[in-house]
């Protein structure tokens, strides 16, 4: 499982390369598929390991090069990359919970989350189709420690019932496979969070 | 969740638009493997602007959204049966799953009428709900009020 995860994670070659060899091992997709590029156009040799199916293939050329319009100009973003970013506010910390009971209410996140903070905003979002709670929910706190504090304890108890996991959002960059092996390889469980960095929202447009 | 659902690397594409009297309005957004949220919302209509937004989600997020595509079964799904993008718009939904690739296209969908009366309801459905999923889910960050 661990490996797995990790190949999941694990499309970024660079300043990567001195786990390459490990990872390799039990990601048979890898070196298939190692690229991203590859797997969003499902062009070149990469889709041929795929099983590939719907018609957005039958014009691929035409649709990546549209696809390529619109998505090159400059996506605003936070600092995380280094670039200098639009104005920039940070609104607050936000975790997910996940496990969430399906019949759970907002007051039930409340109830039990707004003892770490004040929640400044929560998202709990219904299945459309069947009226019941998708899953998931987004708290968001106003302070970090606040949030910090939501996720330690909160992690990996019961609620409702159910057993949930809690870990923040964002992060402030791409998914490393370096940190996630490094988790995984004492702490892996089914759904345990991965990662625990400091996590922003995006701010201003 | 199936344990295949766990595995492998996840990307996951939508888009929906037309070009009109507007120009090119659209609205897409993707999922990367690295964790990138990328976020577009392009609408003229009132000299609204171009939204382009991107975020860093954890791979706590990705693998919740994995779940949600997993449990929606929309990879066994096939977009031979659904309405053909038109000049009143597209949709295209494109997910990378462990070894599946799906790239699927159709018209825009009013409402579930449209859903009903296509020549398949039930993988429209699992479509149309999916979509919605996704939509929520990065419209909860990209446009809730006091983010912009």
Same mark, same amino acid.
């Not at chain 1, 039958?58 to 090069?65: F, G, K, L, V």
């Not at chain 2, 969740?1 to 638009?17: I, N, Q």
């Given at each position: 499982m661990a490996n797995v995860e990790a190949e999941a994670v694990d499309f970024e070659p660079e300043e990567d390369d001195l786990m390459d060899e490990d990872i390799g091992d039990g990601s048979p997709n890898r070196a298939a598929v190692p690229r991203l590029k590859s797997a969003i156009t499902g062009g070149g040799s990469s889709s041929a390991s795929k099983k590939t199916k719907g018609r #957005?293939?039958? +014009? &691929? !050329?035409?649709? &990546? !090069?549209?696809r390529n319009a619109r998505m090159s100009a400059r996506f605003d973003s936070l600092d995380s990359e280094g670039g200098p970013g639009p104005e920039r506010s940070i609104e607050g910390w936000i975790i997910l919970v996940t496990g969430v009971h399906e019949e759970a209410q907002e007051d039930d996140l409340q109830n039990t989350f707004g003892d770490f903070g004040e929640i400044k905003n929560l998202r709990l979002n219904l299945d459309r189709r069947t009226g019941y709670v998708k899953g998931y929910a987004l708290i968001e706190f106003e302070k970090f420690e606040e949030a910090q504090r939501a996720i330690s304890e909160m992690d990996g108890t019961e609620f409702l019932t159910q057993g949930i996991n809690v870990d923040w959002a964002f992060s402030k960059g791409p998914i490393r496979r370096r940190n996630v092996r490094r988790r995984y390889a004492f702490s892996y469980s089914i759904d345990s969070p991965l990662r625990k960095c400091q996590t922003q929202i995006l701010g201003s447009y | 969740?199936? /344990?295949?659902? /766990?595995? #492998? /690397?996840?990307?996951?594409?939508?888009?929906?638009?037309h070009k009109g009297k507007f120009g090119h309005e659209f609205l897409e957004f993707e999922f990367r493997p690295d964790g990138k949220l990328r976020y577009a919302n392009n609408s003229n209509y009132k000299n609204d602007t171009m939204i382009r937004k991107e975020v860093f989600l954890t791979p706590a997020v990705l693998k919740e959204c994995r779940r949600i595509v997993a449990y929606s079964e929309i990879m066994k799904e096939d977009d031979n049966?659904? @309405? &053909? @993008? +038109?000049?009143v718009g597209r949709q295209e939904l494109e997910i990378v799953m462990g070894n599946e690739h799906i790239s699927f296209t159709t018209s825009k969908i009013g409402s579930l009428m449209d859903v009903q009366t296509s020549k398949d309801p039930e993988g429209l459905r699992i479509f149309y709900y999916l979509v919605q999923s996704g939509v929520l889910f990065t419209e909860d960050y990209f446009t809730a009020p006091g983010k912009i």
């Open positions: #957005g293939f039958r +014009d &691929e !050329a035409t649709a &990546e !090069a549209d | 969740m199936a /344990e295949g659902d /766990e595995s #492998g /690397e996840f990307y996951l594409r939508y888009y929906v638009g049966n659904w @309405p &053909e @993008p +038109d000049r």
